[in-house]
Every structure is written in structure tokens, then in C-alpha cells.
Nanobody, 127 residues
Framework: QVQLVESGGGLVQAGGSLRLSCAASGGTFSAYARGWFRQAPGKEREVVAGISRSGGRTRYADSVKGRFTVSRDNAKNAVYLQMISLQPEDTAVYYC????????????????????WGQGTQVTVSS
């Protein structure tokens, strides 16, 4: 059974940084595309970043480009989201997601494409 567990969220002041981690178990995650999404109160879930199986390709939402970096360590079945220059509008619950991906270069950035989801970790940025 595939399980994803996020960690690393918390409260940070504007301009600060956080690093989110997503640990995975129950699958061969080197064959999975991975993604990060977020959902703020009263808003729909939106993509933050996606990363291909090998980690060689990434895509980001325009709102986080240049501030967030997604990476993965397939030996640890983990994916990370390094966030810098955080702003109050980044406040949300952040979710990691995964799906089996037959192609090594594909990056998935829509939530309906993903099969497995973590429970989320809260990120709160104070002004």
C-alpha cells in the first residue's frame, strides 16, 4: 500500500525559508512522477511543482518560480520542496502526490493526474 507522508511545515515570517519533505513507502518510487500542491483556505488546490521520475525535469507554478525548488532522492524514496522568500500568500496546506509514470521525462502538474496523496503539512507565513 502506497503511503506518502509530508513533513517540514510550520510558521515562518515573511522572507523566511522552509524545506518540506515527502517520504514514500509501498512502491518503487523511482518509477513515479511526483508533485507538490497546495490549498489555501477558501481556495481550490493548485499545483506548486512537478518533477519527473529521474528528477531531470521540473515545472513550477508561475507564482513560485525562482523561489521554490523541487528535488528528489530516489534512493530514499523522498521528494523535497525548498521554499525561500516566503510570502503570506504562500500560506496553505501543502500536499505531495505521486503516480506511476512509464516515461522518464514526463512531469505532471494537474491534480487529477495523480493517484496517491499525502495528508498535507501546514505552512503559515506571517507578515
Amino acid at each position: 500500500q502506497v503511503q506518502l507522508v509530508e513533513s517540514g511545515g510550520g510558521l515562518v515570517q515573511a522572507g523566511g525559508s522552509l524545506r518540506l519533505s515527502c517520504a514514500a513507502s509501498g512502491g518503487t518510487f523511482s518509477a513515479y512522477a511526483r508533485g507538490w500542491f497546495r490549498q489555501a483556505p477558501g481556495k481550490e488546490r493548485e499545483v506548486v511543482a512537478g518533477i519527473s521520475r529521474s528528477g531531470g525535469r521540473t515545472r513550477y507554478a508561475d507564482s513560485v518560480k525562482g523561489r521554490f525548488t523541487v528535488s528528489r532522492d530516489n534512493a530514499k524514496n523522498a521528494v523535497y520542496l525548498q521554499m525561500i522568500s516566503l510570502q503570506p500568500e504562500d500560506t496553505a496546506v501543502y500536499y505531495c502526490a505521486a503516480r506511476y509514470e512509464p516515461l522518464t521525462v514526463t512531469v505532471r502538474t494537474t491534480d487529477y493526474e495523480y493517484v496517491y496523496w499525502g495528508q498535507g503539512t501546514q505552512v503559515t507565513v506571517s507578515s
